[in-house]
DNA sequence: TTGTAAGCGTTATCAG
DNA sequence: CTGATAACGCTTACAA
């Protein structure tokens, strides 16, 4: 910049008040230092500024890739909201661990993100602390309400007991009693919340809950199938199965294509989490779809008022997810 | 750190070579100043140290989120590889456009990423000469031959026009003489070597080149839906497709939908691009499949060379992606 | 309307 | 084995 200055005859703050219109300049000097720097090909240094003014005009958005199965849909619709109002997006996973949890938010504290968007795996005190002494902006998505202290952040989530609950009565109600669910990674709130709905849904049924029917699919596809081979080896085996997330999906299915059973002739499926595609291939399957692009854009707007307005009450949003009935569960449909 | 060295009664560099481990402490001094840092909660400014080093262990990823099919996974694979190397990754949306794109590399370089990985749309020579003066080590992913002038960078990619005359040409071989091509997106160079595959395809078959049977995608599903309404009002409509990426497929399966045509009896399809999921629903696609996690696991490893040794000469990789043959096709498959 | 100079929190050089 | 000090490139009072 000092060179830039030079070559254009003037101090280095008018270059720097040029750049950032923040104050009044002669009209002959701006163009000057305009031509100075398009000349030298000038750029200014954004880490410099960054120390200087205490802002990054960067976010970091905390989560994991592999247990949220609308990764990629988060970090792009967050991405783009966030480009819109002027801020880059930084990534660090959570893995969905403590110890990961932990890096990756000292990894932005550190980086000094203006603020950050998190899906949360515990959120340890350590962590809380951290995030409130160096008041760091912080909204929780995803998983809003699995301990108390989260309240201290804004969120936004899905409501997940009573809509798992209607996947499982969806199905009681045509008819069948063994359903099993094949349960996402536990230790994350949202699973424990589906679990919780799949116990209400089979109460409400009037069905015993059954702990054989829950099958353990833990963060991936091949648990999930090892978990639909067990189910299929019992005694008694389910006549139906709920899947808790799009992982399950996958996963229930390619087992099910290995034991050779069609969806919903030999089985019947309802599933957490619905495919932009489900509608335009078969099975089409009959899903709880989330409102991604919603939460994430309300992710980001409750981050930008947040920052505007520091001591605004924490906000909760819960949104709920549409039921889409399609073929899988296996039921006549009137429409 | 001045209040951390204070509080461990020793001096900054001191605290500073500890956190570092860049010189022998003694064992005592050590063990003061870890307390205290433990004690205060101290971390340290990674803008400050950025400034004073030179480098800030982010990775810049320029690319378009809605033109690239794969923006999720490649987000996450290269993630996954950059976080293992201690490195965090900063995203940029080209957009496709232009403009886009020369924002995304301004704002990378101006937030001083160690390196960039991007998908080129035009990288002009404004461009160029930025990322060379700056030397900003660069490496160039999915469309990696468009103009000589790339051939400066580091490029991992995947050949694209064999490959889709392969999926026109398996067309062709059972029996289809009027077959469709639903293009990706204008101006951007894989886009171009698609079109020609299919153009090299239909001529290696002795199919005449009809400028009527390619329908323009655009960059969405809807623009090729109304693709395919054109194509099918065609006094002599065709009888098989070939999409020319992921969101053309989506596209296409919706309007045919629409049309109430059934995918293969009433119109056969190939695709480029292939899911995750195909083996699993009906229509079964045929596709040809890119081994997307590999190019960014690549790329990355390009990248962490050549930073390593700046002199190395440019590589390029062209990957071979790998025809599924399934039932979209509609032809008796041997397996 | 413009310039001077201090300082953001580190690290690296040079001394001790 | 440890400390003092300059410098990284910018912004922003304060002065002119």
Redesign the interface.
């Known amino acids: 910049m000092l060179d830039v200055a030079r070559r254009a005859g003037v101090s280095a703050s008018t270059v720097s008040h040029v750049i950032n219109k923040t104050r009044r300049i002669a009209p002959e000097t701006e163009a000057t230092v305009l031509a100075a720097i398009a000349a030298m ?1 000038y ?6 500024r ?2 200087r003014t205490g802002t ?1 005009k ?1 976010i970091g958005l905390a989560m994991s ?1 592999i247990s949220n199965p609308y ?3 988060v ?2 619709a967050i ?2 909201e966030l ?1 819109a109002a002027g801020y ?6 959570t893995h969905d661990t403590a110890e990961g949890e932990l890096r990756a938010v ?2 932005l ?4 993100t203006d603020a950050i968007i998190m899906a949360p795996y515990e959120l340890p005190d350590g962590i809380m ?2 995030l409130i ?1 160096r008041n760091t902006p912080t909204v929780l998505i995803d998983r809003i309400s699995g301990y108390p202290e989260w309240d201290r952040f804004d969120a936004v989530g899905v409501e997940n007991i009573n809509s798992t609950a209607e996947l499982v009565r969806h199905l009681a109600t045509h008819g069948h009693r063994r359903i099993g669910f094949v349960s996402s990674g536990r230790g994350i709130t949202t699973t424990t919340e589906r679990l919780e709905g799949y116990k209400i849904g089979l109460t409400s049924s009037e069905l015993p809950f059954d702990p054989q029917l829950v099958g353990d699919g833990a963060q991936g596809e091949e648990p999930a199938g090892i978990a639909v081979d067990r189910l299929l080896e019992l005694s008694d085996p389910p006549t139906a199965l709920v899947a808790g997330n799009n992982m399950m999906t ?1 996963g229930i ?2 087992a099910l ?1 290995r034991h050779e059973l069609r969806v919903p002739e030999d089985i019947a499926l309802t599933a957490y989490d619905d495919f ?2 489900a ?5 089409r399957l009959t899903a709880m779809a989330q409102p991604v692009h919603e939460m994430a854009s309300i992710a980001v707007t409750m981050l930008l008022e947040r920052m505007a307005t520091p001591q605004l009450a924490a906000r909760h949003v819960q949104l709920q997810p549409t039921f889409m009935h399609r073929d899988s569960c296996g039921c006549e449909r009137t429409s």
Chains 1, 2 share one sequence.
């Not at 750029?43 to 410099?48: C, E, L, Q, R, Y």
């Not at 880059?88 to 996973?93: F, I, K, Q, R």
Request: a negative charge; charged letters at 25%.
């Open positions: 090909g750029a200014s240094d954004g880490i410099a960054s120390l990054t960067t890739a990764f990629g849909d970090v792009h991405e783009q480009t880059s997006l930084l990534l660090a996973d000292r990894d504290l550190m980086r000094k602390q951290q002494a996958i299915l390619r294509k932009s595609w509608d335009l291939f078969s099975p």
